[in-house]
C-alpha cells in the first residue's frame, strides 16, 4: 500500500471513529449494508489505547470481524496487538462492552467467509491479492477486564 494511501486511509479512519463516538454511531455506524463496531486494542509495544473501526457480522453470540487490511501482505496492527493482549473494548452504538478476542479456527473461518463475502464482497478481492489468509477473529462479549 502506498505512503500517501495509507496516510488517507488512517485519516479517514481516525475520523470516522470521533464521528461515529459523537453521534454514537448513528453516522459511521453502517458502511453500506454493514454495521460498523470500534475495537479498541492495546498496542503491544506502546501501551496506549488504540481505536479502529471495522465491519462486523453478529455470529451465534459472537462478533466476526475481518483483520483484510485491504488485502495488504501484513495484518493490521489492531491485529498484531491482539497477539499480545486478546482482551478489547468494543463499542455499537452507544453501547460498549469489553470482549476477548481470538482468531477462528479454520473451520469457523470456513462457515463465516461467505457470510462475509455476502455482507463486503470486496474482501474477496483483498484475499485475492495477498498471499496470507486474512484472518477471521471472533469477539465474545465478557463483563470484566
Same mark, same amino acid.
Given at each position: ?26 453516522? %459511521?455506524?453502517?458502511?453500506?449494508? &454493514?454495521?460498523? #463496531?470500534? @475495537?479498541?486494542?492495546?498496542? $503491544?509495544?506502546?501501551?496506549?489505547? !488504540? ?19 485491504? %488485502?495488504?501482505?501484513?495484518?493490521? &496492527?489492531?491485529? #498484531?496487538? @491482539?497477539?499480545?493482549?486478546? $482482551?478489547?473494548?468494543?463499542?455499537? !452504538? ?52
Amino acid at each position: 500500500m502506498s505512503s500517501l494511501r495509507a496516510r488517507l486511509i488512517s485519516a479517514i479512519s481516525h475520523a470516522n471513529v470521533h464521528v461515529y463516538r459523537w453521534s454514537n454511531g448513528r453516522v %459511521g455506524g453502517r458502511f453500506g449494508k &454493514a454495521p460498523v #463496531l470500534l @475495537l479498541t486494542t492495546r498496542g $503491544r509495544r506502546s501501551g496506549a489505547s !488504540r481505536t479502529t473501526p471495522l465491519l462486523f457480522l453478529p455470529d451465534d453470540g459472537e462478533l466476526a470481524v475481518v483483520a483484510s487490511n485491504g %488485502g495488504s501482505l501484513r495484518h493490521p &496492527a489492531w491485529y #498484531l496487538n @491482539l497477539s499480545a493482549e486478546p $482482551r478489547v473494548e468494543v463499542q455499537i !452504538r452507544s453501547a460498549r462492552f469489553h470482549a476477548k478476542a481470538r482468531t477462528a479456527r479454520p473451520e469457523e473461518r470456513e462457515r463465516i467467509w461467505p457470510r462475509l463475502l455476502e455482507m463486503y464482497r470486496p474482501y474477496a478481492s483483498y484475499q485475492a491479492r495477498t498471499p496470507r489468509e486474512i484472518p477471521v477473529v471472533l469477539l465474545t462479549r465478557h463483563d470484566a477486564r
